[in-house]
């Protein structure tokens, strides 16, 4: 009776890697997310690598105040949890040794205190405060975030 309708296709993207052909996916907020804060957590880190010991190699840890070598510090959240927001926030995140990061949970007294005496009590306040605001970020915005971050750290 009736001819079957012609389906369509999807125009499938191939990527020639190792003489292989590789199906291209594209970027998930998720992994812009992922990339957008390694950029920040290397900038991070080596802004407060020279901050406080003049090199890029090691640096002291924000809230105990250990000399470690780069690889033994992280990007520390003042506000824990990794929101949107406050994730790529320069004024709420500095480097700590691995220890007062994740075995003390990012040494949280100790932090807020650090935290004051740079910034003074209001604006402490109002950074906890503004930890409710949710915002939602799209993958270019995540991946302009990453772009932004790579080019600060290569101006260190």
């Given amino acids: ?8 296709t999807k125009e499938k ?3 020639k890697r190792s003489g292989k052909l ?17 950029a920040f957590s290397a900038y991070i880190r080596t802004r407060d690598c020279l901050l406080t010991t003049g090199t890029k190699t090691e ?3 924000f809230t105990c105040g250990a000399l470690k070598p780069f690889e033994l510090l992280d990007a520390g959240h003042f506000v824990a949890g990794r929101f949107n927001k ?19 949970q990012g040494y ?18 109002k950074m906890l405060i503004e930890n409710n605001i949710l915002e939602k970020y799209s993958v270019n ?16």
Wanted: proline share 2%.
């Fill in 108 to 125: 949280g007294a100790r932090y807020y205190t650090k935290m004051v005496d740079l910034f003074g009590e209001s604006e402490v306040e």
């Fill in 13 to 15: 993207k191939f990527l």
């Fill in 22 to 38: 590789h199906k291209v996916r594209k970027t998930s907020v998720g992994r812009a997310k992922n990339r957008a804060w390694i």
């Fill in 141 to 156: 915005d995540w991946l302009d975030k990453e772009k932004i971050y790579k080019e600060m750290l290569l101006n260190l």
């Fill in 86 to 104: 406050f994730l790529l926030d320069e004024r709420q995140v500095h480097a700590q040794c691995k220890y007062c990061n994740n075995a003390l």
């Fill in 59 to 61: 640096g002291k840890c």
């Fill in 1 to 8: 009776m009736f001819p079957k309708p012609i389906k369509k």
